[in-house]
């Protein structure tokens, strides 16, 4: 099992989304999973990024819902951005 350690800026995009239960069930979901070492089912489009955020991973939780981390050692990851294409890019 990995730890899972959240930006600063995580934490702030997440207080956008506190008041909408779906989505962060959702986020819950896919941040349990990264900690269980589960890979990310295909349905979410995980996929590694390249320009500013080049050697992390990024899935579509819904839509244009988006959330990027990096695998920083062998046990820990770096939850870094939560939100929309146009807010993260």
Do not use: A
């Not at 702030?12 to 900690?35: G, N, S």
């Not at 991973?57 to 050692?73: K, P």
């Amino acid at each position: 099992m990995k730890t899972l350690r959240f930006s600063s800026q995580y934490k702030k995009d997440v207080k956008k989304f506190r008041h909408q239960p779906k989505k962060m069930e959702k986020v819950l979901k896919i941040l349990q999973m990264l900690r269980d070492e589960i890979p990310i089912p295909e349905i979410y489009k995980p996929h590694m990024l390249t320009g500013n955020y080049k050697g992390c991973m990024e899935c579509h939780v819904e839509g244009d819902f988006l959330l990027i981390w990096i695998d920083e050692t062998e046990d820990v990851i770096g939850v870094l951005r939560l939100g929309s294409h146009s807010e993260l890019f």
